[in-house]
């Protein structure tokens, strides 16, 4: 008696159980008539047959080897292949291991005229796959083109309607903080921090690294969706300003892999240039003969030999002249009043736009909907363990959800004074170094006799030497103003004081 062992393959999610369980039916009928005894069976799922990356297949294929059976059965020839070239591969290695596919299906004569009709057949399964490939892409770029959902998960942020993508206002308000967060500075672990606090979260679950920089480097946002070298401008309603999300792309480009030191922070990385050959200064470390670790900021010219002089210059040193600096120009009286007047008005704004409060408000609502449905139920004789389990679920939660409504708002009711922002604001501005560096400063020239600070406002500056008191500081200094309190000026503090 023949033995030979079964090979069934569907190869799309939409197809089911009843596709495998179809072709095994027929390949073991095949045997039964044809008096072949069935060993095994290698069934892959949701599997292509347009190349050989199929778990199972590649098991048969190496197992074949061992010479313990002598067919492969399939429905089809089409299940085990529909790529002309791997099927010639494979049928001559299973040939070198005494082993020959078998159609239950296709009457294929063991004649000179059968390698014809094989090859025929063979040719028709590639040809019926790539006819069918191109229908599908056609179809969805015709689906594109109109603006429609092509399916998949829907991004977070958004819903589909009718086949059209909307936006999920409550996530989308989730998405807008996010990027507005990093774009003045805010490290992602802070930003996650605060979404952990506030309880919202990606899908139920957390959100990750992975997932917030997933968010900020999405197109989609921006209303973008490219395919192919294509561009869909009317498939995703834009959720972030193009300002914003160009700005985001950029922090991230410059802040990509190898770009910031793991063990200790330089605040001025990519910030500050060289004041006589223009080239970045870049972070520099070395050890004293006491082993003392000395951290320096370098000039990159003079290290790879373009000629430049720039001395180096301890890290600690320039870095408190850049803090002071900036600190002493916010604390200045009219800057501080400013300031002061545009924090009590975004406190005012946040106690009316509460995104905690409102996530919390809807929750309370679907979980209020919910109780009500269970109590109908009940009302209607479906009384069992599992409804009376749901019943305190839900009453539960309602409680819960009544007593964080109260503590958020009665934080909200709670508002500080102007005379509480005002010392909190002039005691804060150091708590973030990093932040208040990269929000404010656009860009520093270090000479050896003086710094000049190029601010993201109408302001350029060089510290007065007096006042500093550190030598290599020599020489002439310039300071030039512009008006300080201008709007655009303002509203970057405001982001970076809402922060701290």
């Known amino acids: 008696m023949n033995t030979a062992v079964i090979y069934a393959r569907y190869s799309s999610e939409n197809q089911t159980e009843q596709s495998i369980e179809g072709q095994l039916r027929v390949c073991t009928e095949y045997a039964k008539t044809h008096d072949i005894l069935i060993l095994d069976n290698y069934i892959d799922r949701a599997m292509t047959g347009t190349n050989d990356d199929r778990p199972d297949f590649q098991r048969m294929i190496k197992d074949s080897a061992r010479r313990e059976w002598t067919y492969i059965l399939v429905y089809k020839l089409d ?93 989308a308000a989730v998405v807008r903080y996010i990027y507005e967060q990093y774009a003045i500075g805010v490290y992602v672990k802070n930003i996650i921090a605060e979404l952990h606090k506030r309880g919202i979260t990606y899908y139920g679950k957390p959100f990750g690294r992975s997932t917030v920089y997933n968010i900020l480097k999405n197109e989609k946002y921006a209303g973008i969706y490219r395919f192919k070298r294509q561009v869909f401008e009317n498939m995703y309603p834009q959720i972030v300003p193009s300002e914003i999300f160009e700005k985001v792309r950029a922090k991230i480009e410059k802040n990509h892999y190898g770009k910031r030191s793991v063990q200790v922070v330089y605040l001025l990385r990519q910030k500050m240039k060289c004041g006589y050959c223009g080239e970045s200064m870049i972070a520099e470390s070395g050890t004293s003969q006491n082993g003392e670790k000395k951290y320096y900021y370098k000039c990159y010219g003079r290290k790879h030999g373009n000629g430049c002089m720039k001395s180096v210059i301890r890290k600690e040193v320039i870095e408190d002249i850049v803090l002071d600096t900036v600190v002493r120009e916010l604390n200045k009286p009219q800057t501080i009043n400013d300031i002061v007047r545009g924090l009590l008005a975004e406190q005012e704004r946040q106690t009316k736009e509460s995104i905690t409060l409102n996530l919390l408000l809807r929750e309370k609502r679907q979980t209020d909907n919910a109780l009500e449905n269970v109590m109908k139920a009940i009302e209607q004789g479906i009384i069992s363990n599992t409804t009376n389990k749901r019943l305190h679920e839900l009453e539960s939660k309602q409680e819960e959800l009544e007593r964080q409504i109260l503590i958020e708002k009665s934080k909200q009711s709670v508002k500080i004074s102007e005379r509480e922002i005002r010392t909190f604001y002039e005691n804060a501005l150091r708590l973030e170094p990093q932040l208040l560096i990269d929000a404010l400063i656009k860009e520093i020239l270090l000479y050896d006799d003086r710094i000049e600070i190029y601010f993201n406002s109408p302001i350029r500056t060089s510290p007065d030497d007096e006042n500093r008191g550190f030598s290599f500081y020599r020489g002439t200094q310039r300071r030039t103003f512009k008006d300080p309190h201008k709007s655009e000026w303002t509203r970057i503090i405001l982001e970076v004081v809402m922060k701290l």
């Open 79 to 171: 299940r085990f292949s529909r790529n002309k070239y791997e099927m010639a591969i494979h049928k001559k290695t299973l040939k070198d291991n005494g082993t020959k596919v078998l159609s239950a299906t296709e009457f294929i004569p063991d004649s000179p005229e059968g390698i014809i009709f094989e090859s025929m057949l063979e040719g028709y399964a590639e040809y019926y796959s790539a006819e069918l490939s191109q229908k599908v892409r056609r179809g969805m770029n015709e689906t594109r083109l109109k603006g429609n959902y092509t399916g998949g998960r829907v991004l977070y942020g958004y819903h589909v309607v009718n086949h059209k993508v909307q936006i999920d206002e409550d996530s």
